[in-house]
């Protein structure tokens, strides 16, 4: 079922979920392939953004002659360790009904259709079953994870219902840092000077006119990151021109998406109303976290922490891991930093920062079991390189903090 990706499972859940809450069959098929071709869509773009920071994450490593012993490889060959454990249909089956299971009692109001990141919850029971060899201890680690990731997505869904009405983000790999997000702009409402600084797209746009444009910015931005990368000069404009078109094109391809999960959440509300076992509660439909991608605010964030990271890895004491691969999405990982914050993206860059080093130093001390997972899944390393992990290995709290306890009784 990984096999398929998130752009045709999500249209296949959809359309069951739509099934389910009654939607009209021929708005449930339009919504069901518009969901799909936002994904597509979003995916596209996300893989244009790749294309071009890819050569300016490797000049950047060249430039700042960065020699660590320990290779980000990406959240998709970490995600397939995941789903290879052999516990991993277990976790499947268990994690839908727990989901169910904590809707009719209350526990959660999120429904998540995200099947494809049910990684994320695969990644927890896989690091406590090899490092326990139990399955018992595996499966409740990831039951866990689970249970805790959706009532986080209904403490974050309010931030974001302006936005995204209906909807919550149950995404491992982003959730867990929501609280210390908006922890931090609390903080900051309280330096002064600091408190005063409006920074959120729309406010540069009408103070600075164009030069505020997110479109702009990216033009800007993707210049300056190429020519810090030693590129020539019709490489530096293809990089700021398509850097530029990232931050263009990505919020349009997340609002098709969202204009077909709009109808599903509008008749998931109206059919839990009326189904008496569930007390008229009012349900989010969760799905993922990336889709906060299509805020101007976390777009721009993410790309310029890009050589921030590369610094970040080079004078951090005790880090080990040399950002490449997940450097092309840190506009998820760090997506809840600008949000949390109104889009503010000063205050968004200052906690990108602190969540950085954070990530560094974790994904560093999941070194061991990332290896472990790697060997397990027949992974083979190309020449040259010893030890493997991600930087999504930092991004997942509550997995790692589980794998250490449960190691205990290992």
């Known amino acids: 079922m990984q096999n398929l990706g998130a752009a045709c499972m999500m249209p296949i859940f959809v359309f069951?979920?739509?099934?389910?809450?009654?939607?009209?069959?021929?708005?449930?098929?339009?919504?069901?392939?518009?969901?799909?071709?936002?994904?597509?869509?979003?995916?596209?773009?996300?893989?244009?953004?790749?294309?071009?920071?890819?050569?300016?994450?490797?000049?950047?490593?060249?430039k700042f002659n960065l020699s660590l012993d320990v290779i980000d490889v990406g959240w998709p060959v970490t995600g397939s360790f995941a789903w290879a454990v052999p516990i991993a249909p277990l976790i499947f089956v268990g994690v839908f009904a727990l989901n169910i299971l904590l809707i009719v009692v209350g526990f959660t109001r999120t429904l998540d259709v995200d099947i494809w990141n049910y990684w994320g919850f695969m990644l927890a029971?896989?690091?406590v079953y090899y490092s326990t060899n139990n399955v018992i201890f595996g499966v409740?680690?990831?039951?866990?994870?689970?249970?805790?990731?959706?009532?986080?997505?209904?403490?974050?869904?309010?931030?974001?219902?302006?936005?995204y009405p209906g909807i919550s983000f149950p995404?491992?790999?982003?959730?867990?840092?929501?609280?210390?997000?908006?922890?931090?702009?609390k903080i900051y409402d309280k330096i002064p000077g600091f408190n005063k600084l409006d920074a959120d797209p729309d406010h540069l746009k009408e103070k600075i006119g164009f030069f505020g444009d997110p479109?702009?910015?990216?033009?800007?931005?993707?210049?300056?990151?190429?020519?810090?990368?030693?590129?020539?000069?019709p490489q530096v404009i293809a990089s700021a021109l398509n850097i530029a078109a990232v931050l263009l094109l990505l919020p349009k391809m997340v609002s098709l998406l969202m204009e077909g999960l709009s109808t599903i959440a509008q008749y998931t509300q109206t059919w839990a109303q009326n189904m008496k076992f569930l007390k008229g509660k009012d349900l989010y439909i969760g799905i993922d976290g990336g889709i906060l991608m299509g805020r101007p605010s976390v777009i721009v964030v993410g790309v310029i922490m890009i050589p921030i990271m590369l610094a970040l890895a080079a004078i951090v004491p005790g880090n080990r891991v040399l950002p490449i691969a997940d450097l092309a999405v840190l506009t998820s990982w760090f997506c809840w930093c600008p949000v949390a914050a109104k889009d503010n993206i000063f205050r968004g860059i200052v906690s990108a920062i602190i969540q950085g080093v954070i990530i560094l130093l974790i994904a560093t001390a999941m070194t061991g079991i990332h290896d472990v997972m790697a060997v397990q899944s027949g992974y083979v390393y190309a020449e040259g390189i010893t030890h493997t992990s991600a930087l999504v290995m930092g991004q997942e709290?509550?997995?790692?903090?589980?794998?250490?306890?449960?190691?205990?009784f290992g």
Do not use: N
Not at 140 to 161: H, M
Not at 218 to 227: K, N, Q
């Open 125 to 127: 029971g896989a690091m």
């Open 171 to 185: 995404h491992t790999c982003s959730i867990f840092w929501m609280p210390y997000a908006k922890f931090m702009d």
């Open 397 to 408: 709290l509550l997995p790692d903090l589980l794998y250490k306890i449960f190691s205990f």
């Open 215 to 233: 479109m702009f910015i990216g033009l800007i931005v993707g210049a300056v990151l190429a020519v810090l990368a030693g590129q020539s000069v």
């Open 16 to 62: 069951i979920i739509g099934l389910i809450v009654r939607v009209p069959l021929k708005q449930l098929l339009k919504a069901s392939v518009t969901v799909g071709c936002g994904f597509i869509g979003t995916f596209m773009v996300m893989d244009l953004l790749a294309k071009y920071i890819g050569p300016i994450s490797t000049g950047l490593v060249e």
């Open 140 to 163: 409740l680690a990831a039951l866990i994870t689970a249970a805790v990731t959706f009532r986080l997505a209904d403490y974050a869904a309010p931030v974001t219902q302006h936005i």
